[in-house]
């Protein structure tokens, strides 16, 4: 696959070019064979995106794809691009100032930087797991409701029914059945991020996007939360940005080494982790820099 | 140490001590339900129901007129504008200045501007004043606990598919006890200030029925009657303090126990 994306960066010179090349270029057989994608078709497909933030050049090029229906792990040294990469997915990035976006990002096809493209329905598509769990200042059971409720759900059946489904769907379930209506802030750490799940799915997305969900969580919490990943990795497209490796060793299928704002390589998780094709993965992969 | 301690903690309960058995035998019913009758100033009968009203008047007044300007500023400062934007620097840096301004430079600036417009001393005015008066100790409060929000809730709201106006309800939750500190804060400065409703506001024995009458308040009731030769007058002063000293105690008292209790159920 690398050598396709690579195939593309050649052709591309300037930016309008960069768009045509991009549509040509997605109408040809991209992958090899034996790569992910045969089994799985992309679901968020990045083309020579570029990301300045207050002038840094914070992604260079970048185009990628995300498998459906996989656990992806975007991997590399801290301040390579990963987060910034995870945010121009739901477009949260443009909320910082002087940022410039060039490129596309195709979600199920569509760009999500076109002009038409209603926000709102584009952050419904992902469900967000940030570091640190942020539970919305209100009982267990409004954190779950309040995403259907903003878009609309006001019958009071279906919002129970909807919050014992995610709960369940999240293993909080039978640990705060009891307790729906104390505030979110009382769980544990761990409770919370299962929460914060619990209710990035009750939009019903079809991507989730962890950026190091796990970091901040003790070992079994974070045990929990891969186990969930794996349960529901069958039916959403699963991004993790991750530090630990040996995270991503467990649960990837699909992973994306990144250096520097750069794609450096990306294959499946026995390619990468067993024979990396680039020196920097190998690099990176045995410890020589983090 | 110690001694400091004992000095200042000594004077507070002087001071209290003062007005309590000063104040105390001047208080009657009369005192607080009444408004002055004819020869009040002379010690005769009446009340300052007029004072209390109209402190109450002038603080709901400017409270809310507040509030309609802080909030938006905050969360201007906040949320639109990048984290060290030079901007939300340079409104900080002047809401600190205006914090540190004398009450009576307020209420100069204020006649100044009534006297420009041709207006005479009224509710309105008094409100306008007192309002310019907390306003920057509404946004310099409320600063302080929306910027301490994790920028992860708004990214959460935002990530959800909430518009921009429900991720600002969902901060403004987050913030509501620090929002009622901050008005109790400036309730209680801005009914204990004279200087701003000075020359402002005016005084008047009758209760305001219109933004443009004058309106009488309890700061400026205790400056009056103090001022008077007659013991019983002056007395009056000491119990009028006394309802403007219960009333400042039993706001903060109410102001912590609601951030308590917030912070406690963390809503």
């Known amino acids: 696959m690398i050598q396709n994306l690579l195939r593309v960066e050649k052709f591309v010179d300037s930016p309008i070019e960069t768009l045509h090349v991009t549509r040509e270029f997605r109408n040809q057989p991209t992958f090899d064979v034996d790569s992910i994608f045969s089994t799985h078709k992309p679901h968020i497909s990045v083309r020579n995106l570029n990301v300045y933030l207050t002038k840094n050049h914070i992604l260079k090029n970048v185009s990628l794809d995300i498998p459906d229906k996989a656990i992806t792990c975007i991997i590399g040294p801290s301040g390579c691009g990963k987060t910034t990469l995870l945010k121009t997915f739901n477009r949260l990035l443009q909320n910082s100032i002087d940022v410039k976006i060039e490129g596309d990002v195709l979600v199920d096809g569509e760009n999500i930087h076109g002009k038409d493209v209603e926000i709102e329905s584009i952050r419904k598509k992902m469900g967000l797991l940030s570091q640190r769990p942020c539970p919305l200042p209100m009982s267990i059971f409004d954190n779950i409701a309040y995403g259907p409720r903003i878009h609309g759900v006001r019958n009071k059946k279906s919002l129970n029914v909807i919050v014992e489904k995610r709960l369940k769907e999240a293993g909080l379930w039978d640990e705060v059945k009891d307790r729906l209506k104390s505030p979110a802030n009382s769980l544990s750490i761990g409770q919370q991020q299962r929460l914060c799940l619990a209710r990035g799915l009750a939009v019903e997305p079809a991507i989730i996007l962890g950026d190091e969900a796990t970091s901040a969580l003790d070992p079994i919490s974070s045990k929990k939360i891969e186990e ?27 992973v994306i080494f990144m250096y520097l704002g750069e794609v450096v390589e990306a294959g499946t998780a026995s390619e990468i982790f067993s024979n990396p094709k680039e020196k920097l993965t190998k690099e990176y992969l045995d410890g020589y820099f983090s | 140490m110690m001694a400091a301690t004992l000095i200042i903690v000594g004077s507070l309960f002087m001071i209290i001590a003062t007005i309590i ?6 208080m009657s ?7 002055p009758g004819g020869g009040f100033y002379i010690g005769k009968e009446g009340g300052l129901l007029n004072a209390i009203v109209g402190s109450f008047y002038i603080v709901i007044g400017s409270i809310s007129l507040g509030l309609l300007f802080s909030l938006p500023i905050v969360l201007y400062i906040n949320l639109y504008l990048p984290e060290k934007s030079r901007l939300a620097q340079f409104t900080r840096l002047s809401f600190d200045v205006l914090f540190g301004i004398p009450s009576i430079v307020y209420g100069a ?3 100044t501007i009534m006297v420009y417009l041709g207006l005479r001393s009224s509710l309105l005015a008094g409100i306008l004043t007192v309002t310019i008066l907390i ?4 946004i310099r409060s409320i600063d302080e606990v929306v910027r301490r929000v994790p920028k992860e809730m708004k990214d959460a709201a935002l990530s959800l598919g909430a518009t921009q106006s429900e991720t600002i309800r969902v901060i403004l939750r987050q913030v509501a006890p620090g929002i009622i500190t901050a008005i ?10 004279a200087a701003s409703v000075l020359f402002t506001a005016g005084y008047t024995d009758s209760i305001p029925t219109s933004l443009s009458q004058p309106v009488a308040t309890l700061p400026l009731a205790i400056f009056f009657q103090l001022s008077s030769p007659i013991a019983e007058v002056q007395n009056r002063a000491y119990a009028a303090a006394l309802i403007l000293t219960l009333i400042v105690l039993i706001l903060s008292l109410a102001g912590r126990y609601y951030s308590r209790k917030f912070s406690k159920n963390k809503i």
């Open chain 1, 228 to 254: 969930l990943f794996l349960k529901l990795k069958d039916q959403y497209s699963i991004v993790l940005v991750t530090h630990t490796l040996r995270q991503a060793r467990r649960i990837a299928d699909y």
């Open chain 2, 21 to 26: 058995k000063r104040g105390l035998p001047a």
């Open chain 2, 29 to 35: 019913w009369d005192m607080i339900s009444k408004i």
């Open chain 2, 109 to 111: 600036f204020g006649f």
């Open chain 2, 135 to 138: 306003i920057p100790i509404l």
């Open chain 2, 184 to 193: 109790l804060l400036s309730v209680g400065r801005g009914i204990g200030d």
